[in-house]
């Protein structure tokens, strides 16, 4: 069994900054690519950022600049941090990794996701 635990999300003025983080736990033997998308009301998920094992990075246009994502190893974690946030960044954050398990089996598992709200 694995579960991700998300945490870092919450209202916020813009031009604020908030730091969400994705921890993992359970059966693991190793994590590959990890990445955080966000959905907004009415609008389909999104890929935000993304990073692979070997530490490459990949963002959406709209976040280019604003969000860094980064992955600490040791702790199973990848993090968030947005900053310079903006209305349109509103949504459900969701933390998705591809993960292997201690049993050799391969797959993608989602965080809970956390609200962030951006006010003007």
């Known amino acids: 069994q694995v579960q991700l635990v998300e945490s870092g999300g919450g209202l916020v003025q813009a031009g604020g900054s908030l730091r969400l983080s994705c921890a993992a736990s359970?059966?693991?033997?190793?994590?590959?690519?990890m990445g955080w998308y966000r959905q907004a009301p009415g609008k389909q998920r999104e890929l935000v950022a993304g990073i692979t094992s070997g530490g490459s990075t990949n963002y959406a246009d709209s976040v280019v600049g604003r969000f860094t994502i980064s992955r600490d190893n040791s702790k199973n974690t990848v993090y968030l941090q947005m900053n310079s946030l903006k209305p349109e960044d509103t949504g459900v954050y969701y933390c998705n990794l591809r993960i292997t398990t201690a049993g050799g089996w391969s797959q993608r598992y989602w965080g809970q996701g956390t609200q962030v709200t951006v006010s003007s």
């Open positions: 359970g059966s693991i033997l190793r994590i590959n690519d």
